[in-house]
């Protein structure tokens, strides 16, 4: 008999969920942001021992390509409610000619511009509004330098709920252009993503929409797991050694190693050695980083925030303590790179491996040659960057 004939199977085996700072359990049947006590964010727990026991990770390979094949460590309780546009399954790809200009044996990148909307955003807000539909939440909105903004259009659209955006004026005006073509309502500001934040939350507070903003609700950071998942799926069951990400609000990085503590609990990795995380900044907005080489546990605001990667123009994450937390436990490293190195990257990754990537993912090859230079990587290490959308989003 399988396993799935031995044991009773659920959709999703989540439990509860929990504050990041203090443990505090809250139901997931109800609709809940953050810990009113703590300020910080919930993050998602599953009776892995479950999991383990009725699921097959070579049975998941089998399945219908997408991020939802993961369904039993996603928050949706009932499938009829999951709300996807084919998110997830984005291709690794090795970057052979890279690696020998590099200097590299085993070079390879996350290529995320794939997704829908053309960006990593689509996972965290597919999870993330299929809770909300699940939860019975009508109208939801958003602050956004401009993916989120995108992708919570869309998946709002096709999940039949109301959608409003704050956007920087200086977004890019194919994230905006989407935006209102999924039917959101788009209010353009004087200002970042900060200022964008606090006018979502008071229209939030006066007038009962849902606030997705980054880490302020429990279920985006579930959807962007799912990129650990399928690293480790696509290296046979054993993580990479080096994996550098680009960080505003993080969230990609917090869930991939909640993603990868979930894979150690199953006994689903070969060889449980997790990575080196690597925060990847802009220089004109590098809380993480200044944070990070003073050894603190939180960040400080950043002011005059200001980059050509308007993904990394967030001046102080929601959840810089988990991120700090996060790569100060993989024996990680935060990186700080310059518009010009971006911009060089950005062209050397094009000219290259025919790859035309966001700004903020070129920033990861910047930063990789910055780590090189540092000796801080071997040339026979596996390593991964992260490209978490489509350059063709930032023309004029």
Not at 52 to 76: A, K
Not at 187 to 192: K, P, T, V
Not at 258 to 264: C, G
Request: aromatic residues 8%.
């Amino acid at each position: 008999m399988t396993k799935q004939q031995t044991a009773r199977v659920a959709f999703s085996y989540i439990t509860s969920i929990s504050c990041s700072a203090c443990g505090k359990f809250y139901p997931v049947t109800q609709v809940n942001t953050y810990c009113p006590d703590c300020q910080a964010p919930l993050l998602s727990h599953y009776d892995l021992e479950a999991v383990r026991r009725c699921v097959d990770r070579e049975e998941i390979r089998s399945r219908r390509r997408g991020m939802w094949r993961w369904h039993e460590l996603l928050p949706v309780q009932q499938p009829e409610n999951v709300v996807t546009l084919g998110e997830g399954d984005t291709p690794l790809l090795p970057l052979p000619n890279l690696g020998r200009y590099l200097g590299l044996s085993r070079l390879f990148v996350k290529d995320e511009s794939s997704n829908p909307t053309g960006s990593f955003k689509a996972r965290g807000l597919a999870a993330a509004v299929s809770k909300a539909r699940e939860l019975g939440i009508q109208k939801v909105i958003i602050p956004t330098a401009g993916n989120a903004g995108g992708a919570m259009a869309a998946y709002a659209a096709r999940a039949g709920i109301r959608a409003y955006i704050f956007m920087p004026k200086d977004t890019p005006h194919a994230n905006v252009e989407e935006s209102r073509m999924a039917g959101a309502e788009v209010m353009l500001i004087d200002g970042l993503i900060s200022e964008a934040a606090g006018m979502a939350g008071e229209k939030a507070r006066q007038e009962g929409w849902f606030d997705l903003s980054t880490f302020k609700e429990p279920y985006r950071v579930e959807g962007k797991k799912i990129m650990g998942y399928e690293l480790a799926e696509d290296f046979d069951w054993t993580l990479p050694d080096v994996i550098l990400y680009p960080t505003g609000g993080g969230t990609g990085l917090v869930g991939m190693w909640k993603a990868f503590a979930e894979l150690e609990a199953l006994g689903w990795l070969n060889h449980p050695r997790r990575p080196r995380m690597v925060v990847v900044q802009a220089e004109g907005c590098a809380p993480i980083v200044k944070a990070f080489q003073a050894r603190q546990s939180f960040c400080d605001f950043w002011l005059n925030a200001h980059t050509i990667a308007a993904g990394l123009r967030v001046p102080k994450s929601f959840a810089d303590h988990l991120i700090l937390a996060d790569v100060y436990e993989s024996d990680g490293m935060a990186v700080a790179v310059s518009d010009e190195e971006i911009l060089k990257a950005q062209r050397l990754l094009g000219r290259e491996e025919g790859i035309f990537a966001a700004p903020e993912g070129a920033a990861t090859l910047a930063a990789l040659e910055k780590l090189l230079d540092m000796k801080w990587i071997d040339a026979s290490e596996r390593i991964v960057l992260f490209n978490t959308g489509s350059g063709l989003k930032y023309l004029p």
